[in-house]
C-alpha cells in the first residue's frame, strides 16, 4: 500500500489548506485511515482518523478541522480553517489494513505572518 500526500503549503494565520491522501495498492478498505501531524522537536500527535465509522480528532483541531473522504477516489481528506502557527508541522497520511500499519511521507504546513 502507498499513500501519497499533497496540498501542503505556506499560509498566513486564519488561512485555510486542504490536504489529500491518496491510496493504491490495495483493493480493501482500510480499518482506519486519518490524519497525524509532527513539529519539529515534538512527537506525532493525532490530527483526525477515522475508525470505521467513527471519527477522533485532536482536542488542539476540533472546530477547525474537518475530515472527509471518497470511497470511489480512495482519497481521504483534510479541509483545515482558521490555522494558527502552532498548526505548523509535517502532516503524515496514515492507513491502518488488519495488523499493517503504512504512512505517507508528508506534506509540509507552515502557517505564518
Known amino acids: 500500500v502507498q499513500l501519497v500526500e499533497s496540498g501542503g503549503g505556506l499560509v498566513q494565520p486564519g488561512g485555510s489548506l486542504r490536504l489529500s491522501c491518496v491510496a493504491s495498492?490495495?483493493?480493501?478498505?482500510?480499518?482506519?485511515v486519518g490524519w497525524y501531524r509532527q513539529a519539529l522537536g515534538k512527537e506525532r500527535e493525532l490530527v483526525a482518523r477515522?475508525?470505521?465509522?467513527?471519527?477522533m480528532y485532536g482536542d488542539s483541531v476540533k472546530g477547525r478541522f474537518t475530515i472527509s473522504r471518497d470511497y470511489v477516489k480512495k482519497t481521504v481528506y483534510l479541509q483545515m480553517n482558521s490555522l494558527k502557527p502552532d498548526d505548523t508541522g509535517v502532516y503524515y497520511c496514515?492507513?491502518?489494513?488488519?495488523?499493517?500499519?503504512?504512512w505517507g511521507l508528508g506534506t509540509q504546513v507552515t502557517v505564518s505572518p
Open positions: 495498492g490495495s483493493n480493501l478498505t482500510p480499518d482506519a
Open positions: 496514515n492507513a491502518v489494513y488488519g495488523p499493517s500499519n503504512y
Open positions: 477515522y475508525a470505521g465509522a467513527i471519527i
